[in-house]
C-alpha cells in the first residue's frame, strides 16, 4: 500500500539533545512537507521541500533543520535551539507542490516530548 | 495576513442532529479551499475541496461545503450526524504552494 510512514510514533528526548523525526513516503511525490500541531493552533508550516536536495523554511523553521538527499525520505531534526519542542509532528506530501492540483497525503505523526 | 480561522474548538452533537462547522480566511488572490478530518488514531484525510468549480463542494461521507466569496467562508455541513464522524476536522486555504491551516474543530457525537 502507498502511503506515509513516520517513525517512532513517541519520542522523548532530554532537554539539550537534538532529535531526529523520520519521514518516508512511496507514493513517488515530489513535495514534501513538516507541520508542527499544537492544541488551539492548527499545523504550522516548518519546512518543505519540492524537490530532492531542495528545501525551504516555512512559517515557523527556528530550531529546526531538514535534509532531502532522497526522492521518499524527508527526515526532521529538532535542535537544542528550538525552545519549546514538545508537540506533535506531522509529515505530508504532494504529488507537484501546488496544492491546487494535487491532494495532500499525511503520516500518522510523531508525538515528541521534552524531559 | 494570511489566516484561518474555525470558530468552534470544540463540539458535541446527539446522532441525527445536523452539523455546520465554521471556517473563514484572509489570503489575496485566488485560493483553494479544503476541509481535512482527522479520526481517532488514523492519518489527516481529505475530506472535500473547492477548486473554482461549483460553490457548493461535495465530499465524502455525505460531507457539503458551500464557498461564499463575498464572506470568505468555507463552511462544512452534514444533514444528519453518525457517531462514526466524531473526529477533528480541519479547514485550509491554499493560495498554491503555501498551505494554511485553521486550529480545527473536535467534534463528538453522543449516540
Known amino acids: 500500500d502507498g502511503g506515509i510512514t513516520q517513525s517512532p510514533k513517541y519520542l522523548f528526548r532530554k532537554e539539550g539533545q537534538n532529535v531526529t523525526l523520520s519521514c518516508e513516503q512511496n507514493l513517488n511525490h515530489d513535495a514534501m512537507y513538516w507541520y508542527r500541531q499544537d492544541p488551539g493552533q492548527g499545523l504550522r508550516l516548518i519546512y518543505y521541500?519540492?524537490?530532492?536536495?531542495?528545501?525551504q523554511k516555512g512559517d515557523i523553521a527556528e530550531g529546526y533543520s531538514v535534509s532531502r538527499e532522497k526522492k521518499e525520505s524527508f527526515p526532521l531534526t529538532v535542535t537544542s535551539a528550538q525552545k519549546n519542542p514538545t508537540a506533535f509532528y506531522l509529515c505530508?506530501?504532494?504529488?507537484?507542490?501546488?496544492?491546487?492540483?494535487?491532494?495532500?497525503?499525511f503520516g500518522q505523526g510523531t508525538r515528541l516530548t521534552v524531559v | 495576513a494570511q489566516s484561518v480561522s474555525q470558530h468552534n474548538h470544540h463540539v458535541i452533537l446527539s446522532e441525527a442532529a445536523s452539523l455546520e462547522l465554521g471556517c473563514n480566511y484572509s489570503?489575496?488572490?485566488?485560493?483553494?479551499l479544503f476541509w481535512y478530518v482527522q479520526y481517532p488514531g488514523q492519518h489527516l484525510q481529505l475530506l472535500l475541496k473547492?477548486?473554482?468549480?461549483?460553490?457548493l463542494v461535495k465530499g465524502i461521507k455525505g460531507f457539503e461545503a458551500e464557498f461564499i466569496k463575498s464572506k470568505f467562508s468555507f463552511n462544512l455541513r452534514k444533514p444528519s450526524v453518525q457517531w462514526s464522524d466524531t473526529a477533528e476536522y480541519f479547514c485550509a486555504v491554499s493560495g498554491g504552494f503555501k498551505t494554511i491551516f485553521g486550529a480545527g474543530t473536535r467534534l463528538f457525537v453522543k449516540a
Open positions: 473547492y477548486f473554482s468549480e461549483d460553490p
Open positions: 521541500s519540492q524537490i530532492v536536495n531542495d528545501f
Open positions: 489570503y489575496g488572490g485566488t485560493v483553494n
Open positions: 505530508a506530501s504532494t504529488l507537484g507542490g501546488d496544492w491546487r492540483n494535487t491532494e495532500a497525503f
